[in-house]
């Protein structure tokens, strides 16, 4: 059964093998010019992991426009960024002026663009209304507002909360199957979410879960559904809604 995860973090190279041997479908996080450098290097030419990169919003007074624009250049896929007025104390103006940048940026490239909202989706929605990208909200955890993304075409990627977070869980629900993707977060945002240490070679089970969750509500077998999500998944990376 295929496997994607539409957003993770990688912080050694034995995670990267293991994407490569498992044959995922991934879309690697690099938030600075020298996380680009290691996660460029260990991807090589693999066709099915792409990278992302963008100033993140809890970097926003740390990593400068000028060191990311050339990285953004040689990326197919913008993000991580956004707003977010729980986890971190930078100041929303800061965040904002960083994020909209970048918006722009994606806008003229046309790139595929995968955002951070916490707390401030109501404030996210808005702005993503003024740019014409396609957008994947990941690990959103809020009720509200799912209509509306969906409005804009957005894709949602379900974080490995969905079996312990009330609203990722209804996440999971709610979405039409073609708006779904899955995602890690990276080993460190799995063993934060499921609150125990991950073997690497828990990964493969753990991510195949939310296939057969989704296998679950959607009355499919779970090798439609693996299908139906390679086929999101490469549809975003495409800039297509």
């Not at 740390?62 to 977010?84: H, N, T």
């Not at 955002?115 to 209304?129: D, N, P, Y």
């Not at 999971?172 to 977060?185: G, T």
């Amino acid at each position: 059964m295929q496997l994607i995860d539409a957003h993770t973090h990688v912080d050694n190279q034995q995670f990267v093998r293991l994407l490569k041997r498992e044959k995922v479908y991934a879309t690697l996080n690099c938030g600075s010019p020298a996380e680009f450098e290691q996660n460029q290097a260990w991807v090589g030419r693999n066709r099915r992991l792409k990278l992302s990169a963008g100033i993140h919003p809890w970097q926003a007074d740390q990593i400068k426009w000028s060191a990311m624009a050339p990285i953004l250049k040689q990326v197919p896929v913008v993000g991580e960024i956004g707003l977010d007025n729980v986890w971190t104390k930078l100041p929303l103006q800061l965040q904002q002026q960083v994020f909209t940048k970048q918006l722009a940026y994606a806008e003229k490239a046309h790139k595929p663009v995968i955002i951070h909202a916490k707390g401030q989706e109501k404030e996210t929605l808005r702005i993503l209304k003024t740019y014409f990208n396609t957008y994947l909200l990941h690990w959103y955890s809020s009720t509200e507002y799912i209509e509306d993304f969906l409005d804009l075409g957005c894709y949602f990627s379900i974080g490995p909360s969905f079996a312990t977070e009330e609203s990722v869980h209804y996440l999971l629900q709610a979405l039409p199957l073609n708006k779904v993707l899955l995602e890690s977060d990276g080993m460190a945002g799995m063993t934060w979410a499921l609150s125990r240490e991950l073997p690497l070679s828990a990964y493969p089970e753990q991510m195949s879960t939310g296939i057969q969750a989704l296998s679950r509500i959607h009355h499919l077998a779970p090798v439609k559904v693996a299908a139906q999500l390679v086929a999101n998944l490469q549809r975003f990376w495409a800039g297509k809604n």
